[in-house]
């Protein structure tokens, strides 16, 4: 697989991966190197004191990072299913999971059933 | 006027590697946390019990569903190859769970009968930037919702880091 840029997506899963990056040193032209681990935390949505954790456990341990992270569901989506199910169990009303179409158009006037006991 | 959530039950997170539920969790306000992992490497195991989390980590089972039994009902969230998720799935009942979820990676087979739906959820519908997509379950029915905020990897690459330089020509 190729370098990706700043357009592409994140290959899911993956730990090296080679990217063409604009540089301020440079006007046009972009430079080809690895993602850095704070770019993979980033992509993957891994806050930033967790990072700076893991960063500093790799300093004084002088390991590389595992990057584990990458082999799991990223912050944002699972924050999202998070949400969902706290919200579900705080205010319990029987919603339904919706399909990725419904998601896309949620209205926002759902009425909430009555809560079951 | 923003919206707080503030459960203040247990939340049992099952991983099989990198426990990502537990981060996720505690930036969503959970505090009774417990964390129980089938950390397949001692790194990965070094690295959690060095973050902030690593005190929510429950080195057994048994352990786990001794301190969980004074705590009330929790909800568990599982994350792992639909193989772990399926052992881990058979042993839930000892926590006697209030709620399971259960997210694996997209290709894996759970056929959990529990499940009330399954969805397929892509980094993407929720604001990501990776290309992956996860099978969420859930024996409970879930509303989820899209983020607002939506990043491309073009905004977190460093600009400052040097590599080999590209002509315009992509030589």
């Not at chain 1, 919603?95 to 990725?100: A, F, H, P, T």
């Not at chain 2, 042993?91 to 009330?116: A, F, I």
């Not at chain 2, 399954?118 to 029915?141: C, Y």
Request: aromatic share 6%; net charge negative; hydrophobic share 40%.
């Amino acid at each position: 697989m190729g370098a990706i840029e700043g357009v592409d997506l994140v290959p899911a899963g993956r730990k090296h991966l080679k990217v063409l990056s604009p540089l301020v040193f440079t006007q046009d032209d972009l430079v080809l190197r690895d993602i850095l681990p704070g770019e993979l935390m980033d992509a993957y949505d891994v806050e930033v004191t967790v990072q700076d954790a893991l960063k500093e456990a790799s300093r004084i341990h002088s390991v590389p990072l595992s990057l584990a992270f990458v082999l799991e569901a990223p912050g944002k989506l699972l924050t999202a299913v998070g949400q969902a199910v706290l919200k579900g169990l705080l205010n319990p009303c029987p919603l339904k999971m919706e399909s990725k179409n419904d998601r896309a158009n949620l209205a926002s006037d759902k009425i909430c059933p009555p809560i079951s006991p | 006027m923003a919206n707080f959530l503030a459960w203040e039950g247990p939340v049992v997170v099952l991983s099989e590697g990198w426990p990502s539920w537990s981060f996720t969790l505690d930036g969503l306000n959970c505090t009774k946390l417990f964390t129980y992992c089938d950390f397949k490497s001692s790194k990965v195991k070094d690295e959690f019990l060095f973050s902030s989390l690593g005190r929510s980590h429950v080195e057994s089972w048994s352990d786990l569903v001794n301190v969980v039994a004074g705590q009330g009902s929790p909800i568990v969230f599982m994350q792992g190859s639909g193989s772990f998720c399926k052992t881990m799935l058979a042993k839930t009942c000892d926590l006697l769970p209030l709620s399971l979820v259960v997210v694996t990676r997209s290709e894996e087979e759970l056929n959990w009968s529990g499940s009330v739906e399954d969805t397929l959820v892509h980094h993407v519908e929720v604001g990501g930037m990776t290309d992956g997509a996860w099978s969420i379950s859930s024996n409970r029915n879930l509303s989820l919702e899209t983020s607002g905020l939506r990043r491309s990897l073009g905004m977190i690459l460093q600009p400052v880091n040097s590599g080999k330089r590209m002509s315009e020509k992509g030589v």
